[in-house]
Each structure stands twice: as C-alpha cells, then as structure tokens.
C-alpha cells in the first residue's frame, strides 16, 4: 500500500508565501511523474505543476514565474514553494504521483489535499 500525505497549506494574505510538501510512504520501488493539482471551490480540478523523476518541471501559466516545484527522490518527497500569492490561488492542493510499488505494479496515487486560503 501506498499513500500520500500532503502537508504546509494555511491561510495567508496577498503577496505571502506557502511552501506544500508530498510525502509519499509504502511499498514503493520507485516514483516517476509527480504533479500537483488544485480546486477551487464551485471549480473543477486544475493542473498546477509537474515534476519528472529527472527534474524536468512544467507550470501551469497561471502559476508560472510565482510558484516553484522540486522533489527529493531520496525522501520521496515533492514540493511546491508558493510565492506572491493571490486570493485566486485559494484552493484545495492535492498532490499526484505515478508510483511502481515493490510488486511492480504501477498506479497513480492521489493525495487528501490541503487547504490554501489566500486572503486579507
């Protein structure tokens, strides 16, 4: 079994910063792809950003040159250092892993989420 945990949301007024983490602990012989997600309420999921187990990172445009995603493979562990928030980044973070667990069994996994309230 596999399982994400997502740490880090809060609330914070305009402007601020968050930093999220994405713990990922089990059965797990390695991680490729890891991405993040959000939904605002009354929305639909949206990507945010991704990370290849090689580092290669894509950003939403809505996110690009604010929000930072990085990952340390020897904690299995990604971030998503958040910067210049603004009231419409307040949503439900979820994070999203293509995980191989120790059978060889490949599966996306989600996250719980948390919770980003940017206000003032």
């Known amino acids: 079994q596999v399982q994400l945990v997502e740490s880090g949301g809060g609330s914070v007024q305009p402007g601020g910063s968050l930093r999220l983490s994405c713990a990922a602990s089990?059965?797990?012989?390695?991680?490729?792809?890891m991405r993040w997600y959000r939904q605002a309420p009354g929305k639909t999921r949206e990507f945010v950003a991704t990370?290849?187990?090689?580092?290669?990172?894509n950003y939403a445009d809505s996110v690009s040159g604010r929000f930072t995603i990085s990952r340390d493979n020897a904690k299995n562990t990604m971030y998503l250092q958040m910067n210049s928030l603004k009231p419409e980044d307040t949503a439900v973070y979820y994070c999203?892993?293509?995980?191989?667990?120790?059978?060889?069994?490949?599966?996306?996994?989600w996250g719980q989420g948390t919770q980003v309230t940017v206000s003032s």
């Open positions: 990370i290849t187990s090689g580092g290669v990172t």
């Open positions: 999203n892993a293509d995980v191989v667990a120790t059978t060889r069994a490949a599966t996306v996994y």
């Open positions: 089990g059965s797990i012989f390695s991680i490729n792809t």
